[in-house]
């Protein structure tokens, strides 16, 4: 099975900074990735899918990009509301592996 | 407004068996592919199982082959997981989750509140 790694694992930024985070395919995946974000008790939501498209109702803040193997998701300003924990996931075959979640604070 | 509504979960003794059923409303049920993902305390998520709208092709993780069995309703708009021979290590918050399209290369649109499983003696 294809395993999907993401990192870091966390990250603490400041606000109004770029933040990147990464996830990795074992095996190529195409375009076959999605982006989650999970607040603190709460249910997860979709950002991106087709690894670079974003969700209706999502802010612009928000990009992905990536292809094949290696894919990333960018917030371009990072906002209080933003903190959460962020999971890849791949769908181009099952097991519709997620990868391990990035948990994003405010420095 | 698409509402997906998770019940059965609960206590269960190691080797116990429970079900879970999802009801679904708000879109075309049968139009699309559902899916159970699950997200142990304080751990990342999981995806369990996923079903085709007719529920002829289904789908599980390696950790749940052979124990769990999912299946839908598509005359009462539910998805179902039976889960059996369940582990500690099967305790989590169980999610239904809707793909976004009948095909099975989807991704998940909509999720359930979820439903606490507990599996202790």
């Known amino acids: 099975d294809i395993q999907m790694t993401q990192s870091p694992s966390s990250l603490s930024a400041s606000v109004g900074d770029r933040v990147t985070i990464t996830c990795r395919a074992s095996?190529?995946?195409?375009?076959?990735l999605a982006w989650y974000q999970q607040k603190p008790g709460k249910v997860p939501k979709v950002l991106i899918y087709d690894a670079s498209t974003l969700q209706s109702g999502v802010p612009s803040r928000f990009s992905g990009s990536g292809s094949g193997t290696d894919f990333t998701l960018t917030i371009s300003s990072l906002q209080p509301e933003d903190v959460a924990i962020y999971y890849c996931q791949k769908y181009n075959s099952a097991p519709l592996t997620f990868g391990g979640g990035t948990k994003v604070e405010i420095k | 407004e698409v509402q997906l509504l998770e019940s059965g979960g609960g206590l269960v003794q190691p080797g116990g068996s429970l079900r879970l059923s999802c009801a679904a409303s708000?879109?075309?049920?049968?139009?699309?592919?559902m899916n159970w993902v699950r997200q142990a305390p304080g751990r990342g998520l999981e995806w369990v199982s996923g079903v085709s709208v007719s529920g002829g092709s289904t789908y599980y993780a390696d950790s749940v082959e052979g124990r769990f069995s999912i299946s839908r309703d598509n005359s009462k708009n539910t998805l179902y997981l039976q889960m059996n021979s369940l582990r500690a290590e099967d305790t989590a918050i169980y999610y239904c989750?809707?793909?976004?399209?009948?095909?099975?290369?989807?991704?998940?649109?909509?999720w359930g509140q979820g439903t606490l499983v507990t599996v202790s003696s």
């Open positions: 989750a809707k793909g976004d399209s009948g095909y099975a290369r989807h991704w998940f649109d909509y």
């Open positions: 095996q190529g995946i195409s375009n076959y």
């Open positions: 708000g879109f075309t049920f049968s139009s699309y592919v």
